[in-house]
Antibody
């Protein structure tokens, strides 16, 4: 079964750091670009970042640039999101998603999400 | 950045109704337009990719159309399990952007 499972979400104080993980299974992880997408409580979906299949290329939303770092370990089939200098505006459910070049670069597989709460 | 605007923000409909909602891009995105369905507390699910292609396993009552800047998602006969929020998303350029969503509620 193709699956993505996020972990690492937690309650963190403003200014703190957190690392999210996304474990992939059921497919050849190293063949796919991967994304992080977040959703603040009661709000819509917001794209956060993406990484190329080999990890050499990354992109970020302006709102997280210079604070968040996306990376991957293809040997461990795991995607990461290192989040620093967290603020209340980063409170959200964070989803990892697989992107497929052959279907218009859409996100065809999503994890269940992990919750990050930034509060003192 | 490409802005995606969905309308309406919400709509009320009955089981069996035909419903259509729209998504407009701030610049041409060819057919790099995808539709997702999200139910409360769940992850989004891909319904339509490349504006009009049905994702595997998605019922045929869902259909998409459009190109350039204007797109539509149609549900031909609304079923109880279709009450959810629908998002469009462009995959033409980075940053990827989503519309604000259309919530389909029971009338």
């Amino acid at each position: 079964e193709v699956q993505l499972v996020e972990s690492g979400g937690d309650l963190v104080q403003p200014g703190g750091s957190l690392r999210l993980s996304c474990a992939a299974s059921g497919f050849t992880f190293s063949n796919y670009w991967m994304h992080w997408v977040r959703q603040a409580p009661g709000k819509g979906l917001v794209w956060v970042s993406r990484v190329s299949s080999d990890g050499s290329g990354t992109n970020y939303a302006d709102s997280v640039k210079d604070r968040f770092t996306i990376s991957r370990d293809n040997a461990k089939n795991t995607l990461y999101l290192q989040m620093n200098s967290l603020g209340a505006e980063d409170t959200a459910v964070y989803y990892c998603a697989r992107s497929r070049a052959d279907i218009a670069r859409s996100m065809d597989v999503w994890g269940q999400g992990t919750t990050v709460t930034v509060s003192s | 950045d490409i802005q995606m605007t969905q309308s309406p923000s919400s709509l009320s409909a009955s089981v069996g109704d035909r419903v259509t909602f729209t998504c407009r891009a701030s610049q041409s995105i060819s057919t790099y337009l995808n539709w997702y369905q999200q139910k409360p507390g769940k992850a989004p699910k891909l319904l339509i990719y490349a504006a009009s292609s049905l994702q595997s396993g998605v019922p045929s009552r869902f259909s998409g159309s459009g190109s350039g800047t204007d797109f539509t998602l149609t549900i031909s006969s609304l079923q109880p399990e279709d009450f959810a929020t629908y998002y469009c998303q462009q995959s033409y350029s980075t940053p990827r952007t989503f519309g604000q969503g259309t919530k389909v509620e029971i009338k």
